[in-house]
């Protein structure tokens, strides 16, 4: 991973790399997150020796919608035989965290409820599901 710090390529350290910052390169990159995997020791490569190794410590809660809003320690002292890497899933997530829809209904207003949980759809039991739990869902469509 490289991170354009100014004017300057940089690479990140993988001291606290894990797929929550994974998750978070995906997203910011367009990718889906489902399935983000982190890796460690310049799985894919060592950066270029003129780059620095800029961040180290990164702790990400997989919900930032940019690398820089995570925590993170600078400048680092590893070595680019530490460098991070990721690896994402091709083309854009079925849809956001937290949305819902209705499907197979006879119109828009009327339906089975899905939730999108890591990127997919899928339906909600109907187990505890009353008129309030239903009235949360018509205010969030």
């Given at each position: ?87 994402c899933l091709p ?45 949360v869902v018509c205010?969030?469509l």
């Amino acid at each position: 991973v490289e991170v354009c710090v100014g004017t300057a390529w940089t690479t990140i350290c993988d001291e606290g790399w894990d797929h929550f910052a994974a998750k978070v390169i995906c997203r910011e990159l367009g990718f889906s997150i489902a399935g983000a995997m982190s890796f460690s020791g310049a799985y894919f490569g060592a950066g270029n020796e003129n780059m620095k190794v800029f961040f180290t410590n990164v702790s990400c809660t997989g919900h930032e919608n940019q690398l820089l809003a995570c925590q993170y320690d600078t400048p680092s002292t590893c070595l680019h035989s530490s460098d991070a890497g990721i690896r994402c899933l091709p083309g854009p997530g079925n849809c956001s965290d937290g949305s819902v829809r209705l499907v197979d209904g006879a119109d828009d207003y009327e339906g089975r409820v899905e939730v999108c949980i890591f990127e997919q759809w899928g339906s909600i039991c109907d187990t505890m599901w009353y008129t309030q739990q239903a009235e949360v869902v018509c205010r969030q469509l």
